[in-house]
């Protein structure tokens, strides 16, 4: 008897019960990862207010070196350092097309952005793929995310605002000096944004490039606040 209950314990939990998406261990019902993976994930605790760089150090310094000159976003949050298995979840999401990450990611940082007390933003702008590059995968990662955000924050994603006009070489494939002049004139805002708060949403950043020449050009449309939310930092 105890053995048929085991085996009918499992096919159920198989059958019907969420799965942890790291170990395969039973999960909640509100998301596909157990409490154990949720606490060793590489939560981002320390990380500039500004671009979200992971800080080392004293705990009251709030802004890396280069923000203290001039600040790269209004606010910036990443939920996590992009380490493992963070990385794995992205890169599985972006080229498995394993979107089932994308909801688990965009509720992490949903609840992160919410703990932290920022603002709410009037939209969320995911970062664009070219056309080229949307056709390819079918779906935007950042834009799945941030529509995770936005059932949270209640409010709506501007999919179509920002327009990315150049198909750029991968970030990931360039040095850092090199990344900046790829993604220059690469995203063209369509519409004012006078005097509004946006937040921009990215799944992964490295250097920040992309996300300022995002940013670059929401400003230049007239937005007061841009903020940034992502999910890994490097
Ligand atoms: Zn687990
Ligand atoms: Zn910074």
Partial sequence: MPFIYRWLTSVQTQLLGPRCVLCRAPASLARELCGDCEQELPWLT?????????????????????CARQPRFDRALAAFAYDQPIRWLITRLKFDGRLAHARLLGDLLAERVV??????????????????GYRRRGFNQSE???????RVQRRPVASGLVERVRDTVAQSTL???????????AFVCHGSLAGRHVA???????T?????????CLRTAGAARVDLYCVGRA
């Fill in 200 to 206: 921009i949403v990215d799944d992964v950043v490295t």
């Fill in 175 to 185: 040095s850092a000096d090199r990344r900046a002049a790829n993604v220059r004139r």
């Fill in 144 to 150: 799945r995310l941030a529509r995770r955000i936005a």
């Fill in 46 to 66: 320390h990380a500039c207010v500004h671009c979200a760089l992971p800080l080392t150090g004293t705990v009251g310094i709030t802004r890396c070196h280069r």
């Fill in 115 to 132: 703990h932290a007390g920022l603002d709410a933003p009037e939209m969320l702008v995911p970062v664009p793929l070219h056309p080229s």
């Fill in 208 to 216: 920040g490039q992309t996300a300022l020449a995002v940013a670059r």
